[in-house]
């Protein structure tokens, strides 16, 4: 079973992912900002991560670009998502695999997802 | 004397939101706590984030701390269509983080570290903790909640960071954390049978006075606009009011001669009359006398631009070549559910702007329609004449009368009379089944006038005063008649007597 990280500080919407994520199959732990986003790689091994932008303590620019230079972590692909725009985050970091402008429809993060762990579209799945 | 580091002054953070500087009489003061409440949907949340998109624009630092409130990109989703909005200030400049994660997970003490935190790493000057309630419903105590608060002001104070505190409540409600807090600003949402008027009020602000009261509220694509109540925000006129013994001409020759001269300038006079007696062509006449020396303005609530340039047209006056140099103003509120407070303003504005010497207002029940509360009419007039006569112009605002003929003269509203220098009365009378048009001067301040009743007409030109109306009696009274005559030699007859 893949697990997802999820690191956001809005708790109402980190409820939904992970009951959406759960739905799908994927096993998800999360964290409520960069800080602790850092301490849940290390402690759960994730095959992906989905981080908001902006959030206290240290912002998802700076978990990522830690994880960038860990060589544990390094090649975890990220998501992305914020309510600013992609600009605005590609400023501070640009090495993630997707970026989602909130808010945003749970299909589009949940065919991001499959992409990006290899993983066939739900249409295209035998029933 | 002031200690290295330290200045005793008090400085403003303008919130650049229209008219709420003015309320506030320049701004809020850095490092103060003000809590923002009101019902939901009241606009707390519009308010604070115009405030804070102001304070970027300005090269501020703003963080934006919800608790449970919605969601950011909900939030500013709703936000993307007003003037204020802009979207290159995130994240650099404002700065949108939850807080209720941490103040479940480390409670009261948790969010003070995060605010606290946060302030020094955006730099923030301004921060907004949206979902006060929220932070209240976690203390263990009232005590620990004043601490709470307690803790907030000074973080501020020492950061030099303003707050903003966004909390639902409504108007009478007394919290203790309102006693430690420098200020309180309330909005209302109030209905009004099928009208709803939205207001703030500023209920305390430490270090500073401001407009007390209740001030009209707007949320539009602008944002919040605030229209300061006009008899708070021009109490004491804004300039000094130099008395001139001078007269100004009505533009309508025959009136001038019956005021011996024309009104005295720099006075607010009543021009009183049934519908269709010529009262907006009168005011065409008197703003046809403006110019680019002596500006005038036209403020109307019936007829369109197009439409009154056209019918002054007609009475050769080129209102329209006067509006395009400049010489005269035109402001049209077609008559609906205004904010009588941003009448008031627009028409000072307009008399500031201009220079203007000259305002014609068409009419008094423009006002009056638009006032949620009507018995503030007067006060209102009172006080909006009192301004524009001390920025140098003379009004002439047309007020009809209920009855279309007959002998009732009564002023819409109590008191008016009294503040009017001057009153202008035109009547119809009916002579022999002929319906014709009376004017008389009822009353002018510090001048003499022609006191008698005169017959005027609307001619090719305007308004033309034709002569003293004599030989016929009971005038007044709508229906006039011919006296019989009094044969040489006998007594005057009985009064009612007909042959």
Known sequence: ?127 | MSSAGSDLGLHRVPTAVEGLDRVLLGGLLRGGVYIVEGAPGAGKTVLANQICFNHVARHGCAVFVTLLAESHARMLQHLQPMEFYNESAIPDGLYYISGFTTLESEGLKGVIDLLRREIKAHHASLLVLDGFATTEESAGSKREFKKFVHEIQTHAAVSDCTVLVLTNGSAGEISPEYTMVDGVIEINDTQFAPRTARTLRVRKFRGSGFLPGDHALRISAKGIEIFPRIEAAFATPSVRDVFHLQRQSTGVEGVDALLHGGLMARTTNGLYGPTGAGKTTFGLQFVSRSSAAEPGVFFGFFESPDRLCARASTLGIDLAGMQARGEVEIIWCPQGEHILDELGHKMIDAVRRRGARRLFIDGYGGLVESAVHPERITRFVSVLGNEIRALGATTVVSIESRNIIGASMELPSQGLSSLLEGLIVMRYTEVDGEVRRLLSITKIRDSSFDPFLHEFKIAERGIEVTGRFSGVEAVLSGSARVPKAVPAGEGPQESGKRE
């Open chain 1, 1 to 127: 079973m893949r697990t997802i990280l999820v690191v956001d500080d809005e708790f109402g919407l980190v409820d939904v992912l992970v009951a959406f994520l759960e739905a799908e199959g994927y096993r998800v732990v999360t964290g409520a900002n960069g800080r602790r986003g850092l301490e849940r790689l290390t402690e759960q091994k994730p095959d992906l991560v989905i981080s908001d932008f902006m959030m206290p303590l240290m912002d998802g620019a700076q978990m990522a670009t830690q994880m960038r230079a860990d060589p544990e972590h390094r090649d975890i692909p990220i998501i992305m998502m914020s309510a600013a725009p992609e600009s605005a985050v590609r400023k501070r970091f640009e090495g993630y695999q997707a970026f989602l402008r909130k808010p945003f429809p749970m299909p589009a993060l949940l065919d991001q997802v499959r992409e990006i762990l290899g993983e066939q579209p739900a249409a295209s799945r035998p029933k």
